[in-house]
Each structure stands twice: as C-alpha cells, then as structure tokens.
C-alpha cells in the first residue's frame, strides 16, 4: 500500500509569487491535515478536510488556502510570498474523523525556500 | 487548551542502552496519544498509536505507556542502536472544538545514540 505522497518535494521562490502543494492520501483515507514547521514555532496546523470539507482551520492568515478534491487529494495554496513562509510543508492522512483508533500518517514533505 | 510537554528536549546515549523519553499533556479528555520519529528534513514517521482505553502498545523494541489521569506518557526503547537516532514527536488530537484530526505535539526529544 502506497504511502502519502506530496509534490513537488522542493521548490525555491521568490517573494511575492503564490505557490500551489499536491498532497495525495493513502489509498482509502478521506482526512487530510496540513502543517507547516519551522525551527523556531515547530509543527503548527494549517487545515483540515474530510470529503472535501473543511473541518478545521489554524491560525494562518488569508494567503494560506487549501481544498479537497473527491478523490480525496488535497492541495494548499500559499499567494503573496514571504521570507517567512519558508518552511517544511506536511501533509497527514488518516480514515476519517477522529476516534480512539484514528492513526495518523504523514507524508514527505514539501520543502519551500523563499528568496 | 491542550498543551504537550516533553521532556528532555535532547539525549544522547551510548549504543545498547535502555532508555526512556517522556511526554506530558494538560487535558485529559484525549481520543488517543500517538508517537512519531523524524529523521533531519525529513516527514513523521508513525511508530506507535495508544488509544484512550489503553494503558500500553509495543512494536517491536519499542513500548509506550499511557496515564490518562496524571496527562502522562513514555516511550521505553530497549536497546538502543544508533540508527534510532532522531527527533521523537509525541501528540495528541486537539479536545478544544469539538472533534478533530489537528493534533497538537510536543517541542521533541532530540536522541542521539552513539556508537
């Protein structure tokens, strides 16, 4: 069974440009939740969608955006670029909502460098 | 509002050594608590899930325990081996708005085992 998948696995940008990241779920799972970290906040939630919803949201400003397709693929859209947006991108995959049993599996990774 | 602790933030052993990492969190009203490595720029990997209504779940040389009513974890790791070398994420579903998949993890320990 394949793992969660995200791409690209690298990008460098420069300020001002928006961005688009590609995290695809293990097959069966309908929950994805993004997170961002970097070395001084450490792993902070982005959102969260289950079929196509979104269920959750953290506490990012305006430019982060993200959604759900019906094959359960999510993507996440940075615009307006910062220095500060570099980060390790994560995506987790899991079920459905949250239960006791609920296991979470993370992705690779997208590693965003902002110029 | 949920916060996790882990303490130490860094430990480094010599190889073949047993050793403990532990991890606290405030609210007690938790679906689960679930244990991750991380390799450097790299995703989570899962290593352990405990549910709710468990006390202890082992994989292979690994054993966590749960005290729901003291807010308390351990992951035990006998013996150690240098490849068990990385950064050890503990985490737990947020209680604060209902039901949700946002996990909300501790700062790490930093292990590095020596050869």
């Known amino acids: 069974k394949a793992g969660v998948t995200q791409t690209p696995r690298y990008l460098i940008k420069t300020r001002g440009q928006q961005v688009t990241l590609s995290c695809s779920p293990i097959?069966?799972?309908?929950?994805v939740s993004w997170y961002q970290q970097t070395p001084g906040q450490g792993l902070q939630f982005l959102f969260e969608?289950?079929?196509?919803?979104?269920?959750n949201k953290g506490n990012f400003p305006g430019r982060f955006s993200g959604r759900q397709f019906s094959n359960s693929r999510s993507e996440m859209n940075v615009s307006t670029l910062e220095l500060g947006d570099s980060a390790l991108y994560l995506c987790?995959?899991?079920?459905?909502?949250?239960?006791?049993?609920?296991?979470?599996?993370f992705g690779p990774g997208t590693r965003l460098t902002v110029l | 509002k949920q916060e996790v602790t882990q303490i130490p933030a860094a430990l480094s052993v010599p190889e073949g050594e047993n050793l403990v990492l532990n991890c606290s969190f405030t609210?007690?009203?938790?679906?689960?608590l679930q244990w991750f490595r991380q390799d450097p720029g790299k995703g989570l990997t899962s290593l352990l899930l405990?549910?709710?209504?468990?006390r202890e779940q082992t994989s292979g040389r690994l054993n966590a325990s749960l005290d729901k009513s003291s807010g308390r974890s351990t992951l035990y790791i006998a013996a150690s081996q240098p490849g068990d070398s990385a950064t050890y994420l503990c985490?737990?579903?947020?209680?604060?708005?209902?039901?949700?998949?946002?996990?909300?993890f501790g700062t790490g320990t930093l292990l590095a085992v020596q050869p």
């Open positions: 987790a995959s899991s079920l459905g909502p949250t239960t006791k049993d609920n296991e979470q599996f």
């Open positions: 097959s069966g799972h309908r929950s």
């Open positions: 969608y289950f079929s196509e919803t979104q269920r």
């Open positions: 609210d007690s009203a938790i679906y689960n």
């Open positions: 405990i549910q709710s209504s468990q």
């Open positions: 985490a737990v579903p947020s209680s604060y708005g209902g039901a949700t998949n946002k996990l909300i």
